[in-house]
Nanobody, 125 residues
């Protein structure tokens, strides 16, 4: 398994969760890492991404100010801290990795090379 996502669960609206993605891909610092999500009956959507060095972060508009992406290249791990969760955040969350994706295309899921298995986040109202 190249990417292993974890940390999902059931949380009440307004609560927080921290998702983790452990990566077996190398060199990890060479990969842009992204989080995507897919809600029931909906298409997959971009959540957040972070460049290999961690210098740049990108967020979908609806997540700005609530979600924070971070990484530790020494631990080969990327996290997604989610605060102020809403019922509409309920989805399966996937981590993804790309070695070559340009920043201008960072929201485009098909350009990512590796995908984790997903972790379910359920937000109750």
């Amino acid at each position: 398994v190249q990417l292993q996502a974890s940390g999902g669960g059931l949380v009440q609206a307004g609560g927080s969760l921290r998702l983790s993605c452990a990566a077996a891909i190398r060199p990890f610092r060479g990969f842009t890492m992204g989080w995507f999500r897919q809600a029931p009956g909906k298409e997959r959507e971009f959540v957040a991404a972070i460049t290999g060095s961690g210098s740049y972060e990108f967020y979908a508009d609806s997540m700005k100010g609530r979600f924070t992406i971070s990484r530790d290249n020494a631990k080969n791990t990327v996290w997604l801290q989610m605060n102020g969760l809403k019922p509409e955040d309920t989805a399966i969350y996937y981590c993804a990795a790309s070695f070559t994706i340009p920043n201008a295309s960072i929201m485009r899921g098909p350009l990512y090379d590796y995908w984790g298995q997903g972790t379910l986040v359920t937000v109750s109202s």
